[in-house]
């Protein structure tokens, strides 16, 4: 493995590698391979791309979306039915959608007390993936409320 790495850079997108990433796609297409999208561009808020060089030669280049955060407010007045049936839907469709952006795990916290909750969540596919710890939150952007 380790000779497959030999001699392969990485760095940072820059505007003139555009041309070459665009061919790239194309070819990707043209090829049958399916389909590369950057709905975004290669760098821009909550996208960044890195690019692999050997010999000064662009190998190939990985465009990711850096971070989801998906929040729920419900309506206090709404039947709990409601609620669950309005939160496990919008979970769905975002995660989904998510999914598709290269998102390749979704995580819910839920307070500890609510155990009903974490049984629906549960049943949903969702496994404790930090028990016993506390998950922290730094926002990199500016907070606007």
């Known amino acids: 493995m380790m000779s497959v790495l030999k001699g392969?850079?990485?760095r940072p997108f820059r505007e003139p590698d555009t041309a070459q990433l665009d061919a790239f796609r194309t070819s990707f297409q043209e090829d049958d391979?399916?389909?590369v999208d950057v709905p975004f561009g290669y760098s821009n808020a909550g996208v960044e791309t890195a690019v692999a060089e050997k010999e000064n030669e662009i190998v190939g280049a990985a465009?990711?979306?850096k971070a989801v955060i998906i929040d729920?407010?419900?309506n206090p007045l709404a039947a709990?039915?409601?609620i669950a049936g309005a939160a496990f839907t919008l979970e769905r469709a975002l995660t989904y959608?998510?999914?598709q952006n290269?998102?390749?795990a979704s995580y819910v916290a839920v307070p500890a007390h609510m155990t009903e909750w974490i049984n629906v969540i549960k049943h949903g596919g969702y496994t404790e993936a930090f028990p016993h710890c506390v998950i922290l939150r730094r926002?990199?952007?500016k907070e606007i409320a």
């Open 33 to 35: 391979d399916g389909r």
């Open 72 to 74: 729920f407010a419900k």
């Open 8 to 10: 392969i850079n990485i």
């Open 102 to 104: 290269g998102c390749v």
């Open 139 to 141: 926002p990199l952007a």
């Open 97 to 99: 959608v998510a999914g």
């Open 63 to 65: 465009i990711a979306s």
């Open 80 to 82: 709990p039915s409601e």
